[in-house]
T-cell receptor, first 110, second 114 residues
């Protein structure tokens, strides 16, 4: 039972353009949503999060949007850089247990 | 400060054997969680330990077990290994409840079962 879904396994974007990564969830009890970035041979690293009481959180080039009515989360990266090429996981927490999506592999083309 | 350390980085085991993986959390972190990552399945939650007690558990069979020591270091054990247990096992630590800052992950242990 996948409560957090990332339906796009991969995404390619030109350097300097916007990258939009999407995530859908089913559990309305989730209270925090997070994005992690993972390079090969490394563990995931925390990128940005948003509380369920907000609809937007911004940190530099990264913005996360939350649409609770649609149960949809997105991560915008502007402008995209080659160093952003990695696998991105969205995660949601309820009762302090985290549920992760299957990941989207982002490739930023120079 | 040192990050989350997992040992060993790579393991090859035979079906039916058992294996123990180790995780040392960031100093001061008392919560340690374990995840299994396989292609197409994302990160699947195994269990979480806090102050030597299992606080949360995912939907894995009893062959998967863990423990936490008084210094917050944690071990995960898998008995009677199956081919499907081949995966990257990730350990993550946090001060207490991960909240909106999530975890800090280790680099993982890559287990291959042959």
């Amino acid at each position: 039972d996948q409560q957090v879904k990332q339906n796009s396994p991969s995404l390619s974007v030109q350097e300097g353009r916007i990258s939009i990564l999407n995530c859908d969830y089913t559990n309305s009890m989730f209270d925090y949503f997070l994005w992690y970035k993972k390079y090969p041979a490394e563990g995931p690293t925390f990128l940005i999060s948003i509380s369920s009481i907000k609809d937007k959180n911004e940190d530099g080039r990264f913005t996360v949007f939350l649409n609770k009515s649609a149960k949809h989360l997105s991560l915008h990266i502007v402008p995209s850089q080659p160093g952003d090429s990695a696998v991105y996981f969205c995660a949601a927490s309820a009762l302090n247990q985290f549920y992760f999506g299957t990941g989207t592999s982002l490739t930023v083309i120079p | 400060k040192a990050g989350v350390t997992q040992t060993p980085r790579y393991l090859i085991k035979t079906r039916g054997q058992q294996v123990t993986l180790s995780c040392s959390p960031i100093s001061g972190h008392r919560s340690v969680s374990w995840y299994q990552q396989t292609p197409g399945q994302g990160l699947q939650f195994l269990f979480e330990y806090f102050s030597e007690t299992q606080r949360n558990k995912g939907n894995f069979p009893g062959r998967f077990s863990g423990r936490q020591f008084s210094n917050s270091r944690s071990e995960m054990n898998v008995s009677t290994l199956e081919l499907g247990d081949s995966a990257l096992y990730l350990c993550a630590s946090s001060l207490d409840r991960p909240g909106n800052y999530g975890y800090t992950f280790g680099s993982g242990t890559r287990l291959t079962v042959v």
